[in-house]
């Protein structure tokens, strides 16, 4: 129920390009997974779609029928005129340079499936999702229509060694540089990841959205096992709530060891536990309290807390949503 259509081109007659179609692969080899190699997306891949009745006819068809995600990505020439934005086909011709974004986005805001998103590495590409028609002032987006593109209306989409910046940063996104703690992947963390890469003289990203809620689109390793994230409203009843440490949480503090230790001696549940919240206060969800390390709040019977990304978790947690 996740189709893709992924198309990439480099072969127009006066104006070839040299890297889209190895961009185009590489994110269909990325997104046809996830990161523990389950499926992901049923894709169709083309290169060097010759037409744009060609390319208009897979379009359509992507987008027919009841899919819960249906995904587009495209990297090629992109042009804006007056009349708005074109990802171009090889066979355009003046006032006539390809397929109309707002045609993709009229197509995409009709389509039945759940979650439509589109993906566009070219130039202009930001011009997908406010039609000239209304002075690109108005952004017509269905429910359930997410569009991230590579740069602006007015702004080249840039190329280095051979490969789209923009999707360079995608993949890399991808790959889990975009993931939260769960291991899930959105059109709004990929945006979030590539939009702090480039700088502020550099290419600008675009992304636009009407959903009520964000679709993975990949899933790579947690960072964090779910069933320890689960534990914090256990070890935290209340989001105020400190919990106490003392020595015996630190598994280096055990007779079995040839260095300086002091009473309480580890305890293999405290142990146990104390490791659960070291992984928490690496992602970021836990600190001590008036130490600087965990370790330093286990021997010197301290405490530690939740941060504010903690108390999100705990709340997703309590609410039965992890």
């Known amino acids: 129920m996740r189709k893709a259509l992924i198309v990439g081109i480099d072969n127009y007659p006066s104006s070839p390009l040299h890297g889209c179609i190895n961009d185009a692969s590489a994110f269909a080899s990325i997104i046809e997974n996830n990161g523990d190699g389950s499926p992901n997306f049923d894709l169709r891949f083309h290169t060097d779609v010759p037409t744009k009745s060609d390319l208009m006819e897979l379009i359509i068809e992507l987008f027919q029928g009841d ?36 045609e993709i986005l009229t197509i995409a805001n009709n389509s039945k499936s759940k979650n439509k998103i589109i993906i566009l590495d070219c130039c ?128 280096t503090n055990s007779p079995d060891i040839e260095h300086e230790v002091i009473e309480p001696y580890s305890i293999p549940e405290n142990v146990t536990i104390f490791k659960d919240l070291q992984k928490f206060e690496s992602v970021g969800l836990v600190v001590p309290v008036d130490e600087d390390h965990m370790y330093f709040a286990a021997m010197n019977s301290k405490s530690c807390r939740l941060t504010a990304l903690g108390y999100h978790y705990w709340r997703l947690v309590k609410d039965k949503r992890i």
Do not use: C
């Open 124 to 251: 202009h590409s930001g011009a997908l999702g406010s039609p000239k028609q209304n002075g690109g002032v108005i952004t017509q987006i269905a429910e359930g229509v997410s569009i991230l593109t590579a740069s602006r209306d007015y702004q080249p989409a840039l190329e280095v060694n051979g490969q789209g910046v923009f999707t360079t940063l995608l993949l890399d996104a991808l790959k889990g540089g975009a993931a939260d703690l769960r291991g899930h992947i959105t059109p709004g963390s990929i945006y979030a990841y590539i939009d702090q890469a480039l700088g502020p003289w550099d290419q600008r990203p675009v992304f636009k959205t009407n959903i009520s809620r964000f679709t993975s689109l990949r899933t790579v390793t947690a960072q964090v096992p779910v069933t320890t994230i689960r534990k914090l409203i256990g070890y935290f009843p209340t989001p105020e709530q400190e919990f106490d440490l003392d020595p015996s949480f630190e598994v």
């Open 67 to 102: 899919s819960d995600t249906t995904l587009f990505y495209f990297s090629g020439h992109g042009h804006l005129d007056d009349l708005g934005g074109y990802i171009v086909t090889p066979d355009y011709k003046p006032h006539d340079f390809g397929v109309s974004m707002d």
